[in-house]
């Protein structure tokens, strides 16, 4: 399973319906290649239908991911769990899933700093997030921004990096042109078609690299 590009994180307010199930459809169709459904204190059950309605969308992104649940992923058919950077070992993930799903199945890691992305690399993840890249309302406070200095560290590791953290269309090159394998980001994503220049755009700079 390739790791996505450009890896759209549902809104902390996404509930299933008719609107979650546009959206997901609209993504494809602006280009974006990778969904994670992340949405804290949902109830299992609705969390459970996010994801199916989301691997179910017509057209929707070619992968799918589900955070921190590595059963609801499985039940939704979904292709790899996200984990926060204190999550579960990733190596008894591994052996958690059972073959041809073991080769398959995408296991990623938040991280924020060179120590915790090399952590994850030794451990087994196929990718991680990196960030906060930029200023965002998120983690104000909480995590400083790493700046592109920063990720470029995080890339330096060998693992393919995904950046996260105010990543808009003003900045998206800088953040590719650092080395970033993909970008992710829940804002930036909202409105897909308003942004689907932007995305082919990024898309064909990382073809030709």
């Known amino acids: 399973m390739k790791i996505p590009r450009l890896l759209a994180i549902s809104s902390p307010a996404a509930t299933p319906g008719p609107q979650w199930r546009r959206w997901c459809s609209e993504l494809g169709a602006a280009g974006v290649d990778g969904l994670q459904v992340r949405r804290k204190g949902l109830a299992d059950r609705e ?104 990720l470029a560290q995080a890339v330096a590791s060998g693992l393919p990096v995904l950046a996260l953290g105010g990543i808009d269309a003003g900045n998206a090159r800088q953040v590719a042109d650092s080395g970033a394998w993909g970008i992710a980001a829940i804002r930036w994503f909202e409105n897909p078609a308003a942004e689907r220049l932007h995305f082919a755009s990024l898309l064909q700079s990382w073809e030709g690299s």
């Open 47 to 150: 969390l459970l239908e996010l994801a199916c309605e989301a691997r179910a969308a017509a057209g929707g992104p070619r992968v799918l991911l589900v955070n921190a649940r590595l059963d609801i992923a499985l039940a939704a058919g979904a292709d790899g769990v996200h984990l926060p950077a204190s999550g579960l070992p990733l190596a008894r993930l591994r052996e958690a899933l059972g073959a041809p799903a073991r080769a398959t199945f995408l296991l990623g890691r938040s991280t924020h700093t060179p120590d915790e992305i090399r952590l994850a690399r030794d451990q087994g993840a196929d990718f991680a997030l990196f960030g906060p890249v930029f200023e965002t309302p998120s983690k104000a406070g909480l995590i400083p921004p790493r700046g592109l200095d920063g």
